[in-house]
């Protein structure tokens, strides 16, 4: 059982757009959901993350939403550059990160110039 | 800072062999240490949760007898595969938190193991 819906599979946005990555998940004792980049080869990296008693976090070009009652969170990327192309993991935790993550399957996404 | 290292970054071995990755935190203590597993083009599979001088916890159908944890000290953990198989050849990737409340993972680079 998929506890961490990730959509869509793969994406191509035109420099200087928004690139929206969306999940959905089942678990309501998920309290961690963090957004990971990774590029081939290389282990992820934390870019956000948040926590359900907030509906949203920006720092600088990525911002999440969150929408706990409907247990969904999206990674809206603005003017997205060529550099950001790579693969997008969410996932979440419980228990304040004393658990492993549970991760999506993964956005793979290409900026094209 | 939170810099996560594996030693090595790849590595090829011969059925039968056993290989083991070693996961530090260079400049931070690691209370808790994860190991994870990723195939190509795949999302990461959480093994095993390893807490510094106790036995680490398996996720259910990893078996512990080939994955072997081992977290003797807070900024060191390593992943023994025993007898390692073709099917085994995969991306361990390990991760480390800096301690209780703190939930941020910070990734190692991850080893390449390949299998002949």
């Known amino acids: 059982q998929q506890q961490v819906k990730q959509s869509p599979q793969s994406l191509i946005v035109q420099k200087g757009g928004i690139s929206i990555i969306n999940c959905a998940y089942e678990n309501t004792a998920f309290d961690y959901f963090p957004w990971y980049q990774q590029f081939p080869g290389k282990g992820p990296a934390l870019l956000i993350a948040?926590?359900?008693?907030?509906s949203e976090k920006k720092e600088g070009r990525f911002t999440i939403s969150f929408n706990k009652s409907a247990k969904q969170f999206s990674l809206h990327i603005m003017d997205s550059q060529p550099g950001d192309s790579a693969t997008y993991f969410c996932a979440a935790s419980m228990t304040g990160g004393a658990d492993g993550l549970t991760f999506g399957k993964g956005t793979h996404l290409i900026i094209q110039p | 800072g939170a810099v996560v290292s594996q030693h090595p970054s790849w590595v090829i071995c011969k059925s039968g062999t056993s290989v083991k990755i070693e996961c530090r935190s260079l400049?931070?203590?690691?209370?808790?240490m994860f190991w994870y597993r990723q195939f190509p083009k795949q999302s990461l599979m959480l093994m095993a949760t390893?807490?510094?001088?106790?036995?680490?916890?398996?996720e259910q159908g990893v078996e512990k007898d080939k994955f072997l944890i081992n977290h003797a000290s807070l900024t060191l953990s390593t992943l023994t595969v025993t007898s390692a198989h073709p099917e085994d050849s995969s991306f361990y990737i390990c991760?480390?938190?800096?301690?209780?409340?703190?939930?941020?993972?910070?990734f190692g680079p991850g080893t390449r193991l390949l299998v002949l």
């Open positions: 400049d931070f203590q690691a209370t808790t």
């Open positions: 991760s480390a938190t800096p301690g209780t409340g703190q939930e941020t993972q910070y």
């Open positions: 390893s807490n510094e001088g106790s036995k680490a916890t398996y």
């Open positions: 948040i926590r359900p008693d907030v």
